[in-house]
């Protein structure tokens, strides 16, 4: 099968969301470019790790010097749901963020879970170039460039989402669920 490359040099849209209730969400990343728009499906760890991750990269470029802005602009800030319909064109295995000094730009890069794929690996830092690969072998890609700001936007927005689930529980830490949870730190007690 041929790989693909979803490309957006500069998307009018790039968001992480979420469809359904607390403890039963579907996470998304949503890149829409004119009429094209590509989603894919993802977990909820690799939305917080991904924000986690960029605005980490982000503030460690500021301290070397590079334009990168505190905080998103209000303009950048976007708070609309998912543009429908929402069909996803992969789930995603790996992801990369590039740093690209040419243009002082970031590169968020997913790709489809491949067979050996495990949760653990879900995020991987990159700031040199990527080396040339054999495309056949490869698995389908998103590829979303941004500027500081809206990568910033971006992930504010991401953890947003990710806080917006199930509350933790004050001892243990664990989602609580409306009816609560068995609570190892309470010895098995519900809370």
């Known amino acids: ?11 009018d849209r790039f968001v992480a969301g979420a469809i359904g209730q607390p ?12 009429e094209r728009i590509v ?39 976007d708070a609309a749901p998912l543009d429908e319909p929402i069909n996803e064109v992969f ?14 730009s970031i590169v968020i890069e997913a ?18 170039e990527v080396a040339e690969i054999d495309v056949d072998a490869e698995p389908d890609v998103v590829r979303v460039h941004l500027d500081p700001p809206r990568a910033l936007a971006f992930a504010q927005r991401a953890l947003d989402v990710v806080a917006a689930g199930r509350p933790p529980c004050p001892f243990c830490g664990q989602p609580l669920n409306p009816e609560g949870h068995v609570c190892a730190r309470r010895n098995g007690f519900m809370n």
């Open 111 to 128: 790709a489809a879970m491949g067979e050996d794929d495990a949760a653990e690996d879900a995020i991987h830092e990159v700031t040199d």
């Open 91 to 104: 789930r995603v295995g790996t992801m990369a963020i590039v740093w690209d000094g040419d243009d002082e």
């Open 39 to 77: 989603s894919v499906l993802l977990e909820k760890l690799q939305v917080g790790l991904l924000a986690e991750r960029l605005t980490q990269l982000l503030a460690e470029l500021r301290e070397r010097g590079a334009k990168v802005p505190d905080g998103p602009t209000p303009a950048d800030v």
């Open 23 to 34: 403890g039963s969400r579907t996470f998304y990343l949503q890149a829409r470019e004119g």
């Open 1 to 11: 099968m041929t790989r693909r490359i979803y490309n957006f040099e500069n998307p």
